[in-house]
């Protein structure tokens, strides 16, 4: 949806003005926390004891950006491992940029220094100094990493999608329960302060009865270069892995490094993309499981050859470029009444950014739309008994009969209350920093509880549910035809999985 700076600003300040509301208690307390925002939010403290000795395996682009957010006074980072002896140096140099600073610049250089490098993930697990890891390394290799770091003593922190397959996910939960090792998977939005008060505003009933989400993950890779997906192998990493990746389960140097674009070592944009959406629409929904999905897939930019003036070639990848699907969630009646559904849409395209990322709920007494983990607006519907609403009205939330409610009815300039919960919301982070800070907590604590009591808020059994979403629909895309999901695919203990029981 395309929008005014203006009507940008009226919607943030009405979000405000509702987390302000929703959330007013609550807010008070975050002022007072010392263990921080995000301490505060999701339920734990500054750690006791001795930062958690961690290492980190697959320091690529996203290793990297969980090195530079690392929490120090939580994570102690004594080890780094990767195949690719470019990304071991970027671990401690950096890119040059401040996403990812390198870990020099963030402790100084001589803990740098101290951080053991080592070349796979082998040397790394055999080192008595390491408590915890970090795996950011493909999705194919999530689940035998993972495996292998609890049974070598590890707690593990994955990073998403969980696995490659619903039955290594299962697996998975089963030996960090044999082998009493916490198991988290990387869906940050979990600990982002902004989806937390922006789910603040669903659960309130703000919005009224919420029928449909839009959610969408849209990029432009038609112009040359713009293809982050598909990397240039470099000289050193080519020299040093030359007869070695198949031993860590790659078939070639490409599969290594371009990884996404092979349905052998990725998952497509659904495991990339669309998962995060998903889990956010979910987390809207209250963590219930879908009904049913189904959706369209190709490769309809990369695998046509000469397209307009772009003149290229078709190349070998095998994942679609372009994805629609669409999701059936039970409503908050659905028990009593079928008919009551909430539907998700969800597209990733590859040539088209107009719209980048987010999700917009539709309800019927208003819109909340989160733009790219980074915002979120809201506007009230008009109506003859509430009065006017759209995207330029200021609202003042009230308390109704059945809850609050959105006022436009006299017009507003920001309010003490919206600044307030503003300013709490100018510190967000997107929920790296807390997911490891809160890991830490969990492991020191000894927490091995579920989510609702204080315990691992994506854990595995949480993200198994995102992975199933995400693998579902590639499924409905593969074999084109509407899937219901089985309630035992999500029970951790059940062996039934999707891969298993939807064939052609
Ligand atoms: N949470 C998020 O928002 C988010 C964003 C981007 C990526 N990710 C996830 O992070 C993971 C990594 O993505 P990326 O973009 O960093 O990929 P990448 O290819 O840039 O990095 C992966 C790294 O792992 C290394 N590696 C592979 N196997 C190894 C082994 N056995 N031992 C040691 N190192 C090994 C590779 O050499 C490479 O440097 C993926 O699962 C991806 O889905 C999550």
């Known amino acids: 949806m395309q929008l005014t700076p203006e009507q940008v600003q009226t919607g943030s300040d009405n979000f405000n003005e509702a987390v302000g509301y929703t959330r007013r208690s609550f807010l008070k307390g975050t002022v007072a926390s010392a263990g921080g925002l995000g301490a505060t939010y999701f339920g734990y403290d500054k750690l006791k004891g001795d930062p ?39 671990a401690l140099e950096g890119d040059g940029n401040d996403v990812r600073q390198g870990l020099i610049r963030k402790l100084g250089n001589q803990k740098a220094q101290s951080i053991k490098l080592y070349a796979n993930h082998k040397e790394l697990l055999a080192d008595p100094n390491v408590e915890a890891v970090v795996i950011a390394v493909p999705l194919s290799q999530h689940a035998p990493l993972a495996i292998e770091a609890m049974k070598a003593g590890k707690h593990v922190l994955t ?5 490659h397959s619903i039955s290594q996910c299962k697996e998975m939960i089963q030996v960090a329960k044999e082998t009493n090792k916490l198991l988290a998977v990387g869906h940050q939005r979990h600990y982002s302060v902004l989806y937390d008060n922006a789910n603040s505003v669903v659960r309130s009933g703000l919005l009224g009865d919420i029928k449909h989400i ?14 982050s997906w598909r990397k240039t192998i470099k000289d050193d990493d080519a020299k040093a892995l030359k007869g070695k990746v198949q031993e860590f389960g790659y078939n070639s140097m490409d599969h290594l490094v371009n990884w996404r674009l092979y349905n052998e070592t990725g998952g497509g944009l659904m ?31 990369y695998g046509v050859k000469g397209v307009g003036s772009m003149d290229k070639q ?3 990848r095998e994942i679609d470029d372009h994805v629609y699907v669409t999701f059936e969630f039970p409503g908050l009646h659905y028990q009593d009444d079928p008919n009551d559904v909430v539907v998700v849409t969800y597209s990733s395209l590859n040539t088209n950014r107009l719209e980048p990322y987010g999700e917009q709920v539709f309800g019927s007494r208003g819109t909340m739309i989160v733009r790219q983990e980074q915002e979120a607006l809201l506007y009230k ?35 003490t209350q919206a600044a307030t919960a ?11 920093t807390e997911e490891m800070e809160h890991f830490c ?10 989510p609702q009591n204080g315990g691992l808020r994506c854990n595995g059994t949480v993200a198994m549910a995102d992975a199933i979403m995400a693998l579902t629909s590639n499924l409905a895309m593969r074999y084109k035809r509407r899937i219901e999901f089985k309630d035992e695919w999500f029970d951790p203990t059940n062996p039934a999985t999707p891969e298993e029981d939807v064939k052609a």
Not at 159 to 163: R, T
Not at 422 to 432: C, D, P, V, W
Request: hydrophobic share 30%.
């Open 441 to 450: 907590h969990c492991v020191r604590t000894n927490n091995f509880d579920t």
């Open 214 to 227: 839009r959610a969408q993950w849209h990029r432009n890779n038609s112009f040359p270069g713009r293809d």
């Open 381 to 415: 519907e008009a109506s003859p008994s509430t009065g006017p609403g759209g995207l330029e009205q200021r609202l003042h939330i009230i308390s109704g009969k059945g809850g609050p409610v959105m006022d436009a009815s006299e017009s507003l300039a920001p309010s």
């Open 159 to 163: 990073e998403k999608l969980m696995a």
């Open 422 to 432: 503003a300013s709490t919301i100018e510190k967000i982070s997107r929920g790296y």
């Open 314 to 316: 078709s190349d070998d």
């Open 271 to 301: 495991a990339e993309l669309g998962s995060h959406q998903l889990d956010a629409c979910s987390i809207f929904l209250g963590k219930v499981h879908p009904i049913a999905v189904q959706g369209f897939g190709g490769r309809n930019f």
């Open 52 to 90: 958690v000795r961690f290492g980190f395996i697959g320091t690529g682009d996203e290793g990297s950006v969980l090195l530079n957010e690392h929490p120090p006074e939580y994570m102690d980072i004594v080890a780094v491992a990767d195949l690719r002896p470019t990304n071991r140096r970027r």
